[in-house]
């Protein structure tokens, strides 16, 4: 092999690293994201049904006649609301599209990161396959 192509080849694999870095952080960012936004919901959700359920059962948990019903029902609509906007941001920023997507974008860099290191491939091969990636990954890659 030519020093050249060498060269090539090592900055070739640094961009890949690079991009690689790029997509896990993106996907290690969107996965915090859901988990506390579906965690949030969760616990929101099962937050409103205690209150509420135990209210309905016992009678108002804190404070006694129209001003403990009137407590209960507003903490368990305040829980409500809590549930609402988690679930709510997790479709509006399309979570669930989102982290496949950097999933097989990170499968793929690591691919073409393992196929430079094989040395194997032909480079242009590697290249192209890279500049596809990038292209079919805008948002992952920024």
């Given at each position: ?27 290690l ?16 959700s ?14 108002p ?26 679930v ?41 396959e890279?500049?596809?990636v990038?292209?079919?990954?805008p948002?992952?890659m920024?």
């Amino acid at each position: 092999m030519q020093p050249e192509t060498n060269s090539k080849r090592d900055q070739l694999s640094q961009r890949i690293r690079d991009s690689l870095r790029k997509a896990e952080n993106y996907t290690l960012r969107l996965r915090r994201t859901y988990t506390r936004l579906v965690v949030g919901g969760f616990v929101g959700s099962t937050a409103t049904v205690l209150v509420a359920g135990g209210t309905a059962v016992q009678g108002p948990l804190v404070g006694s006649g129209v001003e403990g019903w009137r407590l209960a029902c507003i903490v368990a609509a305040l829980l409500s609301l809590i549930t609402t906007i988690c679930v709510g941001l997790g479709q509006q920023l399309k979570l669930e599209e989102r982290l496949p997507q950097g999933q097989l974008c990170i499968g793929r860099l690591r691919a073409l990161d393992l196929a430079l290191a094989i040395e194997g491939r032909e480079f242009d091969e590697t290249a192209q396959e890279y500049k596809e990636v990038v292209k079919a990954f805008p948002e992952v890659m920024n």
